[in-house]
């Protein structure tokens, strides 16, 4: 029997993906516990007019994702931090702080999780900053650092 898996299932498949199982297997735990549905042509035209709506949804966001890295790169985010003695940083500036000046300077809120420090800045000036936007988009704002 052909079976259309609404759900990823352990040692079968993925979600969407068309399978043959035997008939017992797919009337007595497939079809009951609603994992799959029969591949009938109803079916399969719903399956396909699905990926198209999901295939455009991607598109979008990484189109949005795109617009997002541009105004992003136009951007420059000031954040002020203390000064120790013979004008060294005195702790470093996090991607949480990164974030929140994001939001108050540039009305653009990003998840501190999306931005990509490799270690946290501990000098004034300016730095490059990668956001983490899309799987397939990554944009650069550029961070100045100055004493508060």
């Known amino acids: 029997m052909k079976i259309i898996l609404i759900q990823d299932v352990k040692k079968l498949g993925k979600k969407g993906e068309i399978i ?4 017992g297997y797919a009337r007595n735990y497939i079809l ?12 399969l035209n719903d399956l ?11 598109q979008r966001l990484l189109d949005e994702a ?10 420059i985010v000031t954040v002020k931090i203390k000064a120790g003695e013979g004008g060294k ?13 994001m939001k108050k300077q540039c009305d ?5 999780k999306k ?11 300016f730095h490059e900053v990668g956001i ?7 944009g650069t704002l550029r961070v100045k650092v100055e004493e508060a």
Request: proline residues 4%; aromatic residues 2%; charged residues 35%.
């Open 89 to 101: 940083v005195f702790g470093s500036v996090s991607a949480r702080e990164i974030a929140g000046a």
């Open 115 to 125: 931005i990509q420090l490799q270690e946290p800045i501990r000098s004034f000036g």
């Open 48 to 58: 396909k007019l699905q990926k198209i709506k999901e295939e455009k949804d991607a």
């Open 66 to 75: 795109k617009d997002l890295a541009e105004k992003i790169g136009a951007q």
């Open 108 to 112: 653009l809120e990003i998840d501190k």
């Open 20 to 23: 043959e199982i035997n008939d």
């Open 132 to 138: 983490r936007l899309h799987p397939q988009v990554t």
């Open 32 to 43: 009951p516990q609603k994992l799959g549905v029969e591949a009938n042509n109803r079916n």
